[in-house]
């Protein structure tokens, strides 16, 4: 029988569809956190050597997976302006594929509404 998917499997089924992406996209990973709650989930550089922060989030449906906390992210910004990186958000949106209503179940069919890196401009208010 299937169960319901935790909140942290969830948030690292989301971890890994971002690597994966992350990965093809010839970045480098320097840390990789992967407990909820805990930001940045991914610390990498690019071929310059340009440092990211990487922040994931799997949002479960009928919430929009390219909307995030604008407040939170003020401050999130601050902290990587001060450590001269870059910030990409990962909205990973999962639902069940037979009911949207339903959860995510382990081991079954969910659909993935995952639009790729979003920049967040840390210069910007």
């Known amino acids: 029988m299937s169960r319901i998917l935790t909140k942290q499997e969830l948030h690292n089924l989301a971890m890994n569809i971002v690597g994966e992406d992350l ?3 010839g970045y480098e990973f320097i840390a990789i956190n ?4 805990k930001h940045p989930q991914f ?3 690019d071929k310059s050597n340009q440092r990211y922060f990487v922040i994931v989030k799997a949002i479960a449906y009928p919430d929009n997976p390219h909307n995030y906390d604008m407040i939170w992210m003020e401050a999130f910004k601050k902290h990587a302006r001060e450590q001269e990186a870059k910030v ?3 909205g990973v949106g999962l639902q069940n594929s037979e009911n949207p209503n339903k959860p995510v179940f ?3 069919e969910y659909v993935l509404e995952y639009a790729g890196l979003q920049i967040i401009e ?3 208010n």
């Not at 992967?34 to 709650?37: A, C, D, I, R, V």
């Open 88 to 90: 990409f958000y990962a």
């Open 34 to 37: 992967s407990k909820l709650g």
């Open 43 to 45: 610390v990498c550089i």
């Open 23 to 25: 990965e093809k996209k």
């Open 122 to 124: 840390t210069h910007l």
């Open 106 to 108: 382990l081991n079954e």
